[in-house]
Nanobody, 115 residues
Framework: QVQLVESGGGLVQAGGSLRLSCAPS????????MGWYRQAPGKQRELVAA???????NYADSVKGRFTISRDNAKNTVYLQMNSLKPEDTAVYYC?????????WGQGTQVTVSS
């Protein structure tokens, strides 16, 4: 069964950087609108950055200028480059995509930013 799998999370000091990756775990028919969400304790899940079905990008205001979403079509992989990390960025980061026609979520990867 194909799933979205995130990687690259971890513990980093404030001001540091991490790059998250997300890709399907196996064979699939189609994948579109890949993006990243996050959820911190006590807060609702929020959009971080995503590609629309039209190929444009959306960013949360809180990460503009610091985070960059990118993709490698040959690898069917989406990345989230996170620079100038802040403690407020601490959350579980989830990959999201329309996989085989269904809105699908990864299991999440923890990002912890220490002060």
């Amino acid at each position: 069964q194909v799933q979205l799998v995130e990687s690259g999370g971890g513990l980093v000091q404030a001001g540091g950087s991490l790059r998250l990756s997300c890709a399907p775990s196996g064979s699939f028919f189609s994948i579109n609108a890949m993006g990243w969400y996050r959820q911190a304790p006590g807060k609702q899940r929020e959009l971080v950055a995503a590609y629309t079905s039209g190929g444009t990008t959306n960013y949360a205001d809180s990460v503009k200028g610091r985070f960059t979403i990118s993709r490698d079509n040959a690898k069917n992989t989406v990345y989230l480059q996170m620079n100038s990390l802040k403690p407020e960025d601490t959350a579980v980061y989830y990959c999201n995509a329309i996989l085989n026609g269904w809105r699908s979520w990864g299991q999440g990867t923890q990002v912890t930013v220490s002060s």
